[in-house]
């Protein structure tokens, strides 16, 4: 009874079709910006049972035991990406030199419904400082960050990532000033905290960035750099060089403060610390990472072996054909 | 001025590798005698430019051209002297060749630099088994293309059209599609260990994706349809198509930061 649908399902017209279905779909998002359509996950989901169904009813397909491996290992990461997606995480992190990563405060990029957020605020490391080597013109070079997990200082940079419990950090080129300033309210009370400017030195001419204060006044602050960054020659971008004056602007009135200096606003008093920088990571979550790049190498070493065994058996074709007798030589 | 000339040099020896391919009877052989020495020039080329600017021929438009050309080449050499029926092969993919030299003597030849994150091992698996991929392409598109051409000249299936051949196109179609298969999860191991990301769909992955998966579409299809055979040639040609523009357009066309660019 179920045979004739299984049949059906395992049909090779309909993989072709929903191949195509497929390719229409990921051409269609790619013009659209989002290859995410429901057009393509319904082909994908159609794709699995199609195979899964073929593997069954197609004993060709089991007795060519390389196709087999590829086709079965194909169906194994279709439903690995599925599940992937219900458990991966990936989102931002801007990370200011001499504090620790602070899950709370990453940018999601995106989640899924099975990520345990708990994980990522548990993680810890500290950042320590960071160097970014340019050539003339702005040439971005190597970038080392040392930051510091469980104890053990680590270097990382740009072809080596920080793993750490399950979660990947990788350096992205965003990294910039963080200004360290206190807010001192009149009951004696005070709370230190970081605004971070724009990227540096991508955007070197705006390093200025409004802050709130506690009281509710709008601030801009702004860092005046001792120096321009040269543009003729190479140069190193250094954490432990960071430096520079704050300029705070309320109403239209600048004032100029030094590491250390006060400034008094209504409700309290703002006390600038200082520079530091602040460097940007991607942070990646996929634990069945690892399982799908295991499953396709095994796949792609079933099409490696069925196409040795389909050439393999041409050759000895024509070692038959040579010797005309059919004994080998 | 040493790049200009190899560059041209290279350009010459497919040209008269084309033309030698051209003439039936023993000058064929002379065919691949001048792609030998055409992918000589082409590694002498590689090596020059790699001293030059200090990196492998991975960025710019021209280092990608001239890297292809010279293990098309090289491709094209094992193919040929493995099977004897992918001489026939030569005329059409030989063409191809000759014209992505000529283009390349005409690219901008400056230099760019190479991003910090390029440094991984995966890289060279990923570009290596790209190139192996387009080697084995341009040979089907030579097959391929070389039946059409006979069909559409003569208005009838073409004598040279033997079992031996259309097995051959399709052996070397599926072994293209393993290579582009590893190509692609090499790729991904390097783009997660540099972007932090395997796959993105940006528009080099995207036009790579679908071209593996025109390629699975044309595998299928000559299986459960039966497809007619030029059907089946101009599928390959389609692919050839699509596998042209991921490696010498897309990534040019494109700002999106496969390159590495950030």
């Known amino acids: 009874m179920f045979e004739p649908a299984l049949r059906r399902l395992a049909s090779l017209k309909l993989t072709a079709a929903l191949l195509i279905a497929f390719g229409g779909g990921v051409l269609a998002g790619a013009f659209e910006g989002d290859t995410r359509s429901w057009w393509c996950e319904a082909s994908l989901a159609g794709l699995v049972p199609n195979l899964l169904a073929a593997l069954a009813v197609n004993p060709r397909l089991r007795r060519q035991r390389g196709l087999l491996v590829f086709h079965a290992g194909l169906a194994a990461l279709l439903v690995l990406a599925v599940v992937s997606r219900m458990t991966r995480f990936q989102g931002q992190a801007e990370v200011i030199t001499g504090e620790a990563f602070d899950g709370s405060a990453v940018t999601v990029v995106e989640e899924g419904a099975w990520h345990r957020r708990a994980a990522l605020a548990a993680l810890g490391f500290e950042q320590h400082g960071f160097r970014v080597e340019y050539g003339p013109h702005l040439a971005r070079g190597r970038t080392h960050s040392e930051v510091l997990v469980a104890g053990k200082a680590l270097d990382i940079d740009d072809t080596h990532a920080l793993d750490t419990q399950g979660y990947r950090f990788v350096l992205t080129p965003n990294k910039g000033y963080a200004l360290i300033v206190s807010w001192l309210d009149e009951r004696g009370g005070a709370v230190t905290g970081a605004v971070n400017l724009p990227s540096f030195p991508l955007r070197d001419w705006n390093q200025r960035n409004e ?67 602040w460097l940007g990571y991607r942070v990646r979550h996929e634990p069945l990472l690892p399982w799908m790049f295991a499953i396709a190498t095994l796949a792609l070493a079933g099409l490696g072996a069925h196409c040795w065994q389909k050439l393999g058996v041409r050759e000895r074709a024509r070692g038959f054909a040579r010797d005309g007798s059919g004994a080998r030589a | 001025m040493l790049e200009s000339a190899l560059c041209w040099s290279g350009a010459g020896c497919y040209g008269a590798a084309w033309l030698a391919s051209l003439r039936d009877g023993p000058r064929a052989g002379l065919a691949l005698w001048f792609t030998a020495i055409a992918a000589l020039v082409y590694a002498s080329l590689v090596a020059v430019r790699w001293l030059a600017v200090g990196h492998g021929p991975f960025l710019t438009l021209f280092e990608v051209q001239i890297s292809n050309l010279c293990t098309l080449g090289v491709v094209a050499l094992v193919v040929a002297t493995r099977v004897t029926e992918a001489r026939a092969a030569l005329r059409i993919a030989l063409l191809a060749v000759v014209l ?138 389609a692919v050839f198509g699509l596998a042209f523009l991921t490696f010498f357009g897309m990534p040019f066309l494109s700002l999106a930061p496969h390159k590495g660019l950030g």
């Open chain 1, 211 to 277: 802050w709130r204060t506690p009281a509710g006044e709008v601030l801009e602050l702004a860092l005046a750099l001792p120096r321009r960054v040269p543009d003729d020659r190479a140069w190193v971008l250094d954490s432990a060089a960071a430096g520079g004056d704050l300029v705070v602007t309320v109403a239209g009135a600048a004032t100029t403060l030094r590491p250390g200096a006060t400034l008094t606003l209504s409700g309290g008093r703002l006390r600038f610390e200082g520079v530091r920088m």
């Open chain 2, 100 to 237: 992505l030299a000529l283009w390349s003597t005409q690219v901008s030849k400056a230099p760019a630099p190479l991003p910090a994150s390029f440094g991984n091992p995966w890289l060279w698996a990923h570009v290596g088994f790209g190139k192996i991929f387009l080697g084995l392409c341009t040979i089907a598109l030579g097959w391929a293309g070389g039946l059409l051409w006979d069909l559409r000249a003569r208005q009838r299936m073409p004598a040279a059209c033997s079992e031996a051949v259309e097995r051959h196109l399709w052996q070397t179609m599926t072994l293209a599609f393993l290579c582009h298969g590893a190509m692609l999860v090499a790729g991904a191991v390097w783009a997660n260990d540099t972007w932090g990301r395997w796959w993105a769909w940006d528009p080099l992955e995207t036009s790579a994706f679908l071209t593996w998966l025109v390629m699975a579409v044309a595998l299928h299809l000559r299986l459960a349809w039966s497809i007619p055979r030029p059907l089946g040639w101009c599928l390959v040609v």
